[in-house]
């Protein structure tokens, strides 16, 4: 356990989601902090918020931009910043204090900054530069540096032009104060400052539709900088924006001229200015890096290497002038996501050599990121790497799942007898075993680190239980959704896909924000959505809309709902209900005029993958369409929009009335029977409370006559085992999540999977590999799973939204007899630890300052419940409700708990 205050204390201070972030252009950026507290009960009563333009007027109290004075308020979440206009570059120092339940008030927190980014054009000095002749040899045939004459290189047919590189020098004359690079791209693109990486993040700026909108970073360089010479460098490579996305090798389709666009500010400590920004005056040439492409991989050829470009007196007397462009019609913006950055390093647990000279290096699990490249070579000594999920059965890599994607990567040793290092910068492969070819003798145990990469969303999530395959295939979960958590929310890290597909983010978004703080990262995708969703009204496939165009699908398109109310549920952003208020009713307005007699037509992929059962894709369509439009009458009640929530309310009753006339039998069947049928219907409240019964009964029946197993794709899976949960058959939910025979979570686990699999078929015993042609390793869908293990195993569910009502429900049941839950969410740590022993529960509560619980504590009575050794019903901070469904009920306070009951005699029906 944390080390807790004794006084309410402000913590974690956080703006647009965010800890000190630089280059904001939300002009009342909206404030959360947290509150801890060791006693119970402890509550915020108000608050004080102080901004200042500079440190010292913060510490002196004085806030010269804002002073909030004292707000009687319990609020500590999306306070919205009232003070002075934000001009661009406004430095905000701020800080918090609060006033408990007794009206004290505490210490001022620890200071926190935003800084405003360049909020008009007239801010931008900087040109769009380039270097476009490498453009036209690419075109033509190429031949990769030490290929042997006659050699073909690989995949000859693919276009894949070497990144530029652009530098210029520059004399700073006084004392520096601050510096600040403001940079973008069209492509991706890595700054240098005097031989230093600007930043740690990758691939920036991110991927957006570059037609409408391209976001910008913002960095402090300060510590890069010095007085005198100095020079800027960057690596600029094609990206999302000109190289291969999706299938079909298709590259170009933003288009195919990259361009960097940067701008550093300089601040002299006797106040002036100095800006270098990016002209037709800096140079350009290539480099090393003879290709870098997200799908294809990166070759790199150190012999090439130009010592010193990113330096002070450099010689770039040889190099060209670069290209510029005048007019980029994408409005320029800060970047409001979670940028990429290195999550952990992966050593080989083996390695093999299947045939003759290709090693084969495990990595132990199977991860998104590239490989580290050790090496001492002879100079033109070629390397090559090759990565894929799965070995054949001859130990040699299965790459057919990859289709077009290229996934190799390739280095050439510059040779000198010294050790050499590589990684590439502008690629990332989905990976669990690294081919190695060209490698002097075996590789050693250092040739190869696997470095895994993802969106740097803050965790926020912990699940420990007494089930090693529970434990594992929490695990995978997390492992997938890093993998897949790459500046968007993709389907796959491996082959020629890795887009934003909507019906993935919308099934998988609640779980992923049981494991990590996704507002940020869903913040930016949310805004992609938008920008892709068709003239009529209908969202995408994928966001951002490239490749896989079209619109509408049912479940698929709905996410331009579901996942803005997601957002609003965990972490109650209501503008983020507001911005796309309008693109949300016209997406209903859409489905309204698409459908006949309100059944919403067979569009789309229907119950995607599901396993020997066949959901009607109009009955999937139709649920969709009541369950969209439930969630929009609520989110127009949040937003005070009485008449839109009575419309839409109106609407979704008509609807059900519609889905129940066309599809449900008065026995309660639903056409097609099939899992996901009775598994939507419920989740969606389509049902009459009779006919409630019913569908649970056939969905039980159907589970038990297949051996208790399960049938549902990615669409019925996701809500499968809270409608079991909730209709109290958690046993059969349980069954489900301890099966491991097919199809199950286990069955894959038994595999050896260290990740989730897109198909529950992605490889059997009978028949090896699924159809190459859709057989990915890493698919999140299935792994919706998560949420259930936290809100029933660990019982940590938000009673409203963002969990200022918290409802701690833990239901023991299936193998577990001990399990250790923890939600870190927007207002604080939420934990649950229980263990049954000897017809005994002991249950372990954290619940975070100035928020309550509901706890069901899993008793046959009140009676002989004790809370830290005493009856609960009298211990401090607790209030009995009831008994309820084999629990006892209280009303907590925040605070530290242990209770113990003796159990009831079915914790789950075995
Ligand atoms: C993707 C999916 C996606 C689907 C649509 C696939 O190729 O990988 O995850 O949702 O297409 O049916």
Same mark, same amino acid.
């Given at each position: 356990m944390r080390h807790m205050p004794s006084h309410l204390t402000p913590r974690c201070l956080r703006c647009e989601y965010r800890?000190?972030?630089?280059?904001?252009?939300?002009?009342l950026p909206r404030l959360s902090w947290i509150v801890e507290s060791?006693?119970?009960?402890?509550?915020?009563?108000a608050y004080q918020i102080v901004v200042s333009s500079t440190p010292k007027k913060l510490d002196a109290e004085?806030?010269?931009?804002?002073?909030?004075?004292?707000?009687?308020?319990n609020e500590t979440i999306q306070v919205a910043y009232a003070g002075k206009r934000l001009a661009s570059r406004t430095r905000g120092w701020w800080k918090v204090r609060v006033w408990d339940k007794k009206a004290k008030v505490s210490a001022w927190s620890e200071p926190a900054l935003w800084t405003m980014g360049l909020?008009?054009?007239?801010?931008?000095?900087a040109e769009w530069i380039g270097y476009d002749e490498p453009l036209k040899a690419a075109a033509d045939k190429r031949e990769l540096a030490g290929?042997?004459?006659g050699e073909k290189p690989p995949a000859d047919d693919l276009v894949l032009p070497p990144p530029r590189y652009l530098r210029r020098e520059f004399r700073l004359q006084r004392p520096i104060a601050r510096a600040t690079l403001y940079s973008t791209a069209l492509g991706l693109y890595e700054i240098h400052i005097n031989g230093r990486r600007?930043?740690?993040? /990758?691939?920036?700026?991110?991927?957006?539709?570059y037609n409408k909108r391209v976001y910008y970073n913002t960095y402090d360089v300060t510590p890069l900088v010095r007085r005198g010479e100095n020079a800027i460098g960057a690596v600029l490579a094609d990206g999302w924006y000109a190289g291969h996305i999706g299938w079909?090798?298709?590259?170009?389709? /933003?288009?195919s001229k990259t361009r960097l666009r940067a701008q550093l500010e300089v601040e002299y400590t006797d106040g002036t200015k100095e800006t270098i920004a990016t002209r037709r005056s800096w140079r350009a040439s290539v480099g090393p890096l003879l290709e870098a492409d997200f799908l294809m991989g990166e070759s790199y050829d150190a012999r090439r290497e130009v010592p010193? &470009?990113?330096?002070?007196?450099?010689?770039?007397?040889g190099w060209a002038q670069p290209n510029v462009t005048s007019r980029v019609s994408a409005q320029v913006q800060p970047y409001p996501g979670v940028t990429v950055q290195r999550f952990a390093e992966h050593k080989p647990v083996s390695v093999t050599e299947?045939?003759?000279?290709a090693y084969v290096l495990d990595l132990g699990t199977n991860l998104a990121g590239f490989a580290r490249l050790k090496v001492k070579g002879r100079a033109g000594q070629k390397i090559v790497l090759r990565f894929a999920e799965r070995l054949n059965p001859d130990g040699t890599i299965y790459t057919?799942?990859?289709?077009?994607?290229?996934?190799t990567d390739t280095y050439i040793c510059r040779g000198g007898g010294k050790e050499e290092i590589w990684e590439p910068r502008f690629t990332f492969h989905g990976f669990q075993y690294v081919e190695v070819t060209g490698y002097p003798g075996k590789p050693g145990p250092d040739a190869i680190t696997a470095i895994e990469i993802t969106s740097a969303t803050p965790p926020a999530g912990e699940f420990r239980c007494s089930n090693a395959m529970a434990n594992r295939l929490y695990a995978n979960i997390r492992q997938t959704q890093r993998a897949n958590f790459i500046d968007i929310p993709t389907d796959?890290?491996?082959?020629?896909e890795r887009m934003g597909w909507m019906g993935d983010a919308q099934i998988y978004i609640r779980t992923a924000a049981c494991n990590s703080d996704v507002a940020a990262f869903f913040t930016k995708w949310l805004v992609d959505v938008e920008d892709a969703q068709?003239?009529?009204g209908s969202y995408p496939h994928?966001?951002?809309?490239?490749?896989?165009e079209g619109g509408g699908a049912a479940a698929w398109a709905d996410a331009g709902i579901i996942c803005p109310w997601a957002i609003y549920q965990v972490y109650g952003d209501k503008r983020v209900l507001e911005r796309h208020y309008g693109a949300m009713q016209h997406f209903i307005e859409y489905c309204e005029t698409n459908s006949k007699g309100l059944l919403r037509p067979a569009?789309?992929?229907?119950?995607?993958?599901?396993?020997q059962a066949d959901t009607p894709q109009d009955v999937l369509a139709t649920a969709y369409f009541a369950h969209s439009t439930d969630l929009m009458a609520r989110i127009a009640d949040v937003l005070g929009k009485r008449d839109d929530a009575a419309k839409y309310r109106g609407l979704f009753e008509r609807i059900r009335e519609a889905f129940n006339k066309e599809y449900?039998?008065?026995?309660g069947r639903i056409r097609g029977e099939t899992q996901a049928d009775y598994v939507m219907a419920l989740a969606f409240d389509l049902l009459s409370p009779e006919k409630r019964e019913m569908a649970v009964k056939w969905l039980v029946k159907d589970i038990e006559s297949r051996g208790w197993h399960l049938s549902t794709g990615f669409v019925g899976t996701k809500d499968l085992m809270p409608v079991l949960t909730d209709a109290g058959r958690v046993d059969v939910a349980y069954r489900l999540f301890h099966?491991?025979?097919?199809?199950?979570w286990g069955f894959s686990i038994k595999q050896g999977a260290t990740s989730i699999w897109e198909? &529950?078929?992605? &490889?059997?015993?009978?028949?090896?590999?699924?159809d190459p042609g859709m057989n990915s390793f890493?698919? /999140?869908?299935?792994?919706?799973v998560g949420q259930w293990m936290f809100?029933?195993?660990?019982?940590?569910?938000?009673?409203?939204?963002? /969990?200022?009502s918290i409802v701690i429900r833990p239901r023991p049941g299936g193998k577990l007899n001990w399990a250790v839950v923890r939600h870190e969410s927007i207002r604080g740590m939420i934990a649950t630890d229980w263990k049954t022993k000897d017809g005994k529960i002991f249950l372990n509560v954290t619940i975070p300052a100035n928020t309550t619980a509901k706890v069901y504590v899993?008793?046959?009575?009140?009676?002989g419940v004790l809370e830290s050794g005493k009856p609960a019903a009298k211990a401090e901070g607790v209030h009995f409700l009831r008994v309820e469904g084999g629990a006892a009920v209280y009303e907590v306070a925040s605070g530290n708990y242990r209770f113990e009951a003796p159990l009831p005699l079915d914790v789950s029906r075995k």
């Open positions: 800890e000190n972030p630089l280059g904001i252009d939300v002009t060791a006693s119970r009960g402890d509550k915020q009563t004085e806030g010269d931009l804002w002073d909030s004075g004292k707000v009687p308020s909020l008009g054009d007239g801010d931008w000095q290929a042997k004459q600007a930043s740690e993040d /990758y691939f920036t700026p991110g991927w957006t539709d079909g090798h298709k590259r170009d389709h /933003y288009g010193g &470009w990113d330096m002070p007196g450099f010689d770039d007397s299947p045939q003759k000279g057919t799942n990859l289709r077009g994607a290229r996934a796959c890290p491996q082959r020629d068709n003239p009529d994928v966001a951002p809309r490239k490749v896989a569009e789309g992929f229907g119950e995607w993958l599901s396993i449900v039998g008065a026995d099966n491991d025979t097919f199809p199950s198909r &529950w078929d992605g &490889w059997t015993p009978e028949k090896g590999f699924q890493a698919h /999140y869908a299935f792994g919706a809100e029933t195993i660990g019982g940590i569910k938000t009673g409203g939204p963002a /969990y200022e899993p008793a046959a009575s009140a009676d």
